[in-house]
């Protein structure tokens, strides 16, 4: 007798495609022990007949859950559940409902803090999403990326695909990374120099780990990554915040005794300032003068579209003082997480022994994935269609803001995907966002980028990735005006 097709139901706001769906009730009644082995699964004419769906699409479940001998077919009886199928644990699931830990003092050190950047997990049904960071799926080449990806599933790349790395990484990427990437950013660098991370923030967390200790110094930028400084906060070191000007970093700022200095030459973080090639020179004469390091985190350079962007920091550096951090996680999409660091063979042989103690490598899929999306052109096409999609709603946004009379205190001169604002002096941004989310419009607060107790509270961040061009006028507009409503 088979089981009763009433125990088969579809959720309404379940995800994935309707033979996914089925094949997912079969199998996690499998795995929970309601199907046992040998008990006879209704016939898929029945079971399509009972959902509502086509009886293809029941057969072509029955046939994956077939592949995965999770049921078995026996000539014209039907489908039953397999005897080989994975049966659930003998003994029950609990959970311990009274704990007698102290957490506030077993917890030996602390990382959360009040600075992390945060957006809203549905930033994208907000009508005026001025959010930076996020993907434009508009913007995305799926259909190639997926090629890519079953590309890098072939039988020829098994090995890429599954092998433990160790501490090394694809040599495929690194090559690509050496002989296309860097290039490009004026900097020559062999496979040993080289070190693939899990994104931009993890580069910074290994360079902070390799180079600085409790009795070693810090500079950074003001206002700058809140990450970054979070990073650094944990390492313990003795940390300066240097304010930014319209030039980004100023090296006379510089405090005696600094070891290393973290700067965003390209788009400073998050005013947008491009240092000019005077100070990025006059940088690296104080950093051989004073014997200290330089970590260049060289994010948006390829969102250059206003003019050809500056040659990186490091390719400026002729006595192996910069250390390079890039990412694919911006320009590809953020949840990519795969950035790569690039420095002296000595830094990159420590960074890569820390890696294989926390994390290994990247994922091998992920990385032979990302370098077919490189080598077949398909990222130089996706940054150029970025580009320009971004010149197009910088125009539309400048013309918006000065419309309105806000306040630009930042944007960059060579593009990026974002522009640095000033509220009048008595409004607090964090406030504004609260009152905007209502409206459909979300900002992003400035007060999280400065460091110190007396952060200014009237800064604030617009991004223009996110959003059509259609759109900005209106968010800038309910913008205007709720900072009228507010004083």
């Known amino acids: 007798m088979a089981l009763p097709v009433e125990t088969f139901f579809l959720e309404s706001n379940a995800e994935g495609t309707l033979q996914t769906q089925i094949r997912q009730l079969v199998a996690e009644g499998i795995l929970s022990g309601r ?11 029945k079971l399509a007949h009972h959902l509502g769906v086509s009886r293809i699409t029941v057969t072509l479940a029955f046939t994956e859950l077939l592949a995965d001998d999770y049921i078995v077919a026996k ?52 009508r005026y999403p001025f ?3 996020q993907a434009d799926p508009t913007l995305f080449d799926t259909a190639n990326w997926r090629l890519c990806a079953l590309e890098a599933l072939g039988r020829k790349d098994f090995g890429a695909l599954t092998a433990d790395y160790f501490d090394s990484d694809d040599p495929k990427l690194l090559d690509f990374i050496a002989r296309q990437t860097l290039p490009r950013r004026g900097i020559l660098a062999r496979p040993d120099e080289i070190l693939l991370t899990l994104g931009a923030q993890n580069a910074l967390w290994l360079t902070a780990q390799v180079l600085l200790t409790q009795r070693r110094t810090a500079a950074i930028e003001d206002p700058c990554y809140p990450n970054l400084r979070g990073i650094l906060e944990q390492s313990r070191c003795h940390l300066h915040s240097i304010p930014v000007d319209r030039d980004g970093l100023p ?28 100070r990025r020179r006059a ?78 490598h990247p994922p091998g899929h992920i990385q032979r994935t990302v370098t077919y999306f490189l ?33 630009v205190a930042g944007a960059g001169s060579f593009g990026g995907s974002a522009q640095w604002m000033r509220a009048p002096d008595h409004i607090d941004t964090a406030e504004l966002a609260e009152r905007l989310r209502p409206k459909g419009v979300l900002i992003e607060p400035g007060q999280k980028f400065f460091a110190g107790e007396n952060a200014p509270q009237n800064y604030y961040r617009l991004a223009y990735s996110s959003i059509p061009s259609a759109r900005i006028p209106e968010g800038i507009d309910i913008l205007a005006r709720t900072l009228q409503e507010m004083g």
């Open 35 to 45: 199907f046992r082995a040998g008990e006879k699964l209704p016939s898929s004419r």
């Open 283 to 360: 940088l690296l004469d104080k950093a051989e003068a004073d014997d200290f390091l330089i970590v260049e985190d060289d994010y948006e350079f390829e969102m250059s579209f206003l003019k050809p962007p500056s040659p990186a920091l490091k390719s400026l550096d002729q006595n192996g003082r910069v250390i390079y951090v890039g990412s694919f996680s911006k320009s590809i999409f953020p949840g990519l997480r795969l950035g790569y660091l690039v420095g002296p063979a000595p830094f990159i042989r420590e960074a890569r022994a820390l890696r294989a103690s926390v994390l290994r």
């Open 251 to 278: 090296p006379d700022a510089l405090p005696d005794g600094t070891d290393v200095v973290f700067t965003t030459p390209s788009h400073q973080c998050p005013t947008a300032a491009t240092m000019p090639m005077a």
């Open 375 to 407: 080598s077949r052109g398909h990222y130089d096409a996706l940054v150029r269609r970025m580009s320009r999609a971004f010149h197009d709603r910088r125009k539309v946004m400048d013309q918006a803001v000065e419309d309105h009379g806000l306040t």
């Open 75 to 126: 000539g014209r009886s039907g489908y039953f559940v397999s005897e080989n199928a994975p049966e659930p644990p003998a003994f029950p699931a609990t959970a311990s409902e009274n704990s007698t830990v102290d957490w506030s003092r077993a917890i030996g050190q602390k990382f959360t803090t009040d600075d992390r950047l945060t957006k809203p997990s549905d930033w994208a049904s907000y």
């Open 131 to 133: 959010i930076y960071g």
